[in-house]
T-cell receptor, first 109, second 115 residues
Framework: EDQVTQSPEALRLQEGESSSLNCSYTVSGLRGLFWYRQDPGKGPEFLFTLYSAGEEKEKERLKATLTKKESFLHITAPKPEDSATYLCAVGGSNYKLTFGKGTLLTVNP | GAGVSQSPSNKVTEKGKDVELRCDPISGHTALYWYRQRLGQGLEFLIYFQGNSAPDKSGLPSDRFSAERTGESVSTLTIQRTQQEDSAVYLC?????????????FGNGTRLTVT
């Protein structure tokens, strides 16, 4: 069974203080690793797909990286508007995405 | 519309009543998924559709839950004889194709409260 574990559960940063979120996974036949952002009362918003170890994707202050066992979401010089829950998911050979419980990020001004 | 649309956005029902939740996926998306999100929990897979067919119903919690999709478009998730433990946000998502490598695009969910 595919499994995703995210850490930490919650992270509080000061504006401008860079950090990383971790996503550890086990999956049968990785088809893709996905990062989402979820704001309160909203559905998850797609950010990145990573397909193979060594791949990196960037979007504004966010950069996602992938190894064979984990993925990191690096946040550089965060702003208060980056505050959200960040979800990691893996897609394997069983065609469904398995999600982690997420990391609640709070960026204080 | 440009995104996945779900209705109603909120539903309050009494224990024992039936409810029907609706999802309009992104036009042209073959695959459609239903997930459940309980407070403080991860997204729980319920069912997915490839076209109008549901190859994997393994996530449906009980026989009180059913789903259908028609015209490779709209899907409905029906919960019969609702129980308090059914209270959650029900999220629908669509993607271009089934296969685990295609990102899901989510609606904003239906928040179901069973009293």
């Amino acid at each position: 069974e595919d499994q995703v574990t995210q850490s930490p559960e919650a992270l509080r940063l000061q504006e401008g203080e860079s950090s990383s979120l971790n996503c550890s996974y086990t999956v049968s036949g990785l088809r893709g690793l996905f990062w989402y952002r979820q704001d309160p009362g909203k559905g998850p918003e797609f950010l990145f797909t990573l397909y193979s170890a060594g791949e990196e994707k960037e979007k504004e202050r966010l950069k996602a990286t992938l190894t064979k066992k984990e993925s990191f979401l690096h946040i550089t010089a965060p702003k208060p508007e980056d505050s959200a829950t960040y979800l990691c998911a893996v897609g394997g050979s069983n065609y469904k995405l398995t999600f982690g419980k997420g990391t609640l990020l709070t960026v204080n001004p | 519309g440009a995104g996945v649309s779900q209705s109603p956005s909120n539903k309050v029902t009494e224990k024992g009543k039936d409810v029907e939740l609706r999802c309009d996926p992104i036009s042209g998306h073959t695959a459609l998924y239903w997930y459940r999100q309980r407070l403080g929990q991860g997204l729980e897979f319920l069912i997915y559709f490839q076209g109008n067919s549901a190859p994997d119903k393994s996530g449906l919690p009980s026989d009180r839950f059913s789903a259908e999709r028609t015209g490779e478009s709209v899907s409905t998730l029906t919960i019969q004889r609702t129980q308090q433990e059914d209270s959650a946000v029900y999220l629908c998502a669509s993607s271009l194709e089934v296969g685990g490598g295609s990102p899901l695009h989510f609606g904003n969910g239906t928040r179901l409260t069973v009293t």
